[in-house]
């Protein structure tokens, strides 16, 4: 897979997830980020830092993008949100507009 092609989505703790660009822009935030005119960063190097998103939900969040993208497909699976991420993940998908 071409550089180009990926996205990579930094958390606050620092771990970095290189998924693909396709998966990433189903959250209008992160697509605004990288397709906004000027030369932000995010736009040149095709990095995202979330300072308040942990590993452990960015890691959920990434999992829902692809899942999204196999429902948008017609493969209707679910998707499983363990009880105690619930809270965090609502207010991430808030910023991320997802």
């Given at each position: ?19 693909d660009k396709k998966a990433a ?22 990095e995202v830092t979330f300072p ?47």
């Open positions: 897979m071409r550089k180009e092609d990926t996205v990579k989505l930094i958390s606050a703790e620092g771990y970095e997830f290189i998924i822009m189903v959250s209008q935030t992160i697509r605004n980020m990288l397709t906004s005119p000027g030369s932000f960063a995010e736009t040149q190097h095709g308040e998103i942990s590993t452990v939900i960015l890691e959920k969040i990434c999992q829902y993008f692809y899942w999204s993208l196999q429902y948008a497909s017609g493969k209707e699976t679910e998707f499983h949100i363990e009880p105690e991420l619930t809270l965090e993940l609502m207010m991430a998908a808030n910023y991320l507009h997802t």
